[in-house]
């Protein structure tokens, strides 16, 4: 029985895989479950064994997603007790999971959900939504940490931040895995430390 148990959650490992890696193909192209079948080397009839719809293969891949982020943000406020050295590592651990995931980071940007069921597409907003707010978390904690706060709205600086974040991700998968989203992450984490001293 625990056999049994953990080849079919190893084949639901290596569906997720699978498609993941798919995704790394060129940015636009749609995956459909005979080619997924095919990658995995399993009929179309035994992914739906496994996942009872596309759909929720990739709510597999966005939960995976969901885990990886919030686990390591928890874990930097964890051990970084300075403001601006925390976002700048959020920053760049977020950058660096796109880079590292393709297929994963076509997910974040929405690309590989386009004609996808619309919760997919929600389930994202929502993890965009959270990382927000984390950010906005960590800024306003500032004066218990370093001993001042910021005087500027740290809503609108958590979200300026994401939105460099998004950005990054967006040319990531529309240059098809060419312009790496760390790429001058240290010039261009200067300026934003610069501003944020000020501000």
């Known amino acids: 029985m625990v056999t049994a148990t953990k080849k079919k959650t190893n084949r639901k490992d290596d569906i997720l895989r699978a498609l993941a890696v798919m995704l790394e193909g ?16 399993v009929s179309e009839a035994a992914l739906y064994r496994h ?34 050295i ?5 920053l760049h651990f977020l950058l660096g999971f796109a880079e ?13 959900l386009l004609g996808e069921n619309e919760r997919l597409q929600v389930r994202i907003e929502h993890i965009f939504s959270k990382l927000e707010s984390q950010i906005k978390q960590i800024l306003r904690e500032k004066p218990m940490l370093d001993g001042d706060k910021l005087n500027s709205d740290e809503a609108v600086i958590a979200n300026l931040l994401l939105a ?13 895995f060419k312009q790496k989203p760390t790429q001058n992450f240290k010039v261009q984490w200067g300026f934003f430390y610069n501003q944020l001293k000020q501000s």
């Open 164 to 176: 460099y974040v998004e950005g990054r991700m967006n040319q990531f998968v529309r240059s098809q």
């Open 86 to 90: 925390r976002i700048e590592h959020v």
């Open 100 to 112: 590292q995931n393709p297929g994963i980071t076509r997910i974040l940007t929405g690309d590989a």
């Open 26 to 41: 060129k940015p636009g192209q749609r995956i459909t479950t005979a080619k997924l079948a095919a990658q995995v080397g």
């Open 51 to 84: 996942f009872p719809s596309k759909a929720r293969m990739f709510e597999g891949l966005i939960e995976f997603i969901e885990n990886t982020i919030f686990t390591q943000i928890n874990l930097i406020k964890d051990q970084e007790k300075q403001t601006f």
